[in-house]
């Protein structure tokens, strides 16, 4: 089975690597393309790949190409992590909403919208090459951000696609550490949108031991996502992504003055890159922990384990609603836990509350017109998406940003 990873030049790859290379056989994979425009990357990040697989006892086959349609031909599994504009648009996408009094982040609020409007149209690009030249049956699994509204926009134009965030998977292994269990012990009921959810229950043996964690742990965990423990009292966990809509005013002042995440990523890809240049690495460093992304390599394959084997596994991914959530519309895009068999369907879970349903549903009705905006195109379109946002929904902020966006994207946003 031929596995393809599209933006496979990325720094992160050798995290996939490490999934692929420990489960190859398990999963049958014989072959592994990596697909970049960025030749140098792919020369650097290519063996890098090959030797982690080799030490893992994979005989795989791995090749690296800039050439999309051999990379995905055959495929069976073509995972999508793309940064269309590389790490420049990132701080720009963080700096510019800071200027017009909200928050600067690359996937929440106007900076998210700004990486939506350049990505959507390149992974809809990417999506049709893979419906013409992949393996009948070929899953899109979307790493992309912002995930909800990629994986929206490609299940729209009918592509085989479902999103994969971290989030939830990394909730489950601190759980399963607070409680002394092994992580496939713990199953969530994980709800809301991608960079909007929260934990609404953690199921042992069947049962919902959430109320006690919180009993005892309450003040830990809202460190870890950033936030005041009374916003959990009504017994929902929410994601740090939270932290942008709960303490928005305070962020913003924080970020004005801070180094941007993105520029703190830049420094560390650099550092990166010298430590992959070692022709005798064979493994991920540690220091690409702290590029991001913990467990993804774990989520991805667990995940492809279900799409090929349809074994009924749970997993966190971004999907239709249909009805799950009887507050949005059936094609709106949710994140959830869901069943991966023949079917993927989500689980039942404890509900959100009336003060999440409200958020939710403000944010799909953004992520709505941000997809019209990214396939469509158009100025008006962008406004309409900024103005329903609820991190922006003013006229003044709307219009300054849609100014600010089109300005600032203009080379990657092909109706501008």
């Known amino acids: 089975m031929k596995i393809a990873v599209v933006g496979g ?188 959810t929260w934990e609404t229950g953690v199921r042992v043996d069947g049962r919902d031991v959430l109320p006690g964690l919180l009993d005892e742990h309450r003040d830990e965990i809202a460190d870890e996502v950033d936030l005041p423990a009374a916003v959990f009292a009504d ?51 540690d220091l690409l922990s702290q590029r991001g992304g913990a467990y993804y390599s774990e989520a991805a394959v667990a995940l492809m384990r279900s799409l090929l084997t349809r074994d009924g596994g749970v997993h966190a991914v971004n999907v239709r609603n249909r009805g799950f959530l009887p507050y949005l519309p059936d094609e709106a895009v949710i994140e959830v836990s869901a069943r991966v068999g023949a079917d993927i369907a989500p689980v039942d879970a404890a509900p959100l509350g009336p003060r999440q349903r409200g958020l939710v549903a403000a944010v799909a009705a953004y992520e709505e017109l941000g997809v019209q905006a990214a396939v469509r195109g158009g100025e008006r379109r962008v406004y309409e998406a900024l103005l329903a946002h609820p991190l922006v929904g003013q006229h003044d902020l709307a219009e300054g940003l849609t100014a600010r966006l089109i300005a600032t994207g203009r080379d990657h946003l092909p109706w501008a």
């Not at 966990?237 to 990523?265: K, M």
């Open 9 to 196: 030049g990325s720094t992160y790859t050798p995290e996939l690597a490490e999934g692929f290379g420990a489960n190859a056989v398990a999963l049958g994979i014989d072959e592994v393309a990596l697909v970049d425009p960025a030749a140098d990357k792919l020369e650097v990040i290519g063996p890098l790949v090959r030797r982690i697989m080799r030490r893992h006892g994979s005989g795989a086959k791995v090749e690296w190409t800039t050439d999309l349609d051999r990379g995905v031909e055959g495929a069976a599994i073509v995972l999508l992590q793309l940064r269309v504009g590389g790490q420049r648009a990132r701080i720009e996408d963080e700096a510019f909403p800071l200027e017009c009094g909200c928050v600067g982040q690359e996937t929440t609020g106007a900076g998210g919208l700004a990486k939506a409007l350049r990505t959507i149209p390149v992974a809809l690009g990417i999506a049709d090459r893979v419906r013409e030249l992949a393996a009948p049956g070929a899953w899109i699994v979307d790493f992309t951000n912002p995930v909800g509204m990629v994986t929206r926009a490609l299940l729209d134009a009918g592509h085989r696609a479902i999103g994969l965030c971290n989030v939830a998977i990394g909730f489950q292994r601190r759980f399963a550490g607070l409680l002394g269990r092994a992580p496939e012990d713990v199953v969530l009921d994980h709800v809301g949108l991608n960079h909007l």
């Open 235 to 285: 017994g929902r966990v929410p994601s740090y992504y939270l932290h942008y809509f709960y303490a928005h005013d305070t962020e913003v002042e924080r970020l004005r003055t801070a180094p941007s995440r993105g520029r703190e990523v830049a420094r560390i890809e650099a550092e990166l890159w010298k430590i992959y240049e070692d022709d005798t690495l064979d493994r991920k460093p």
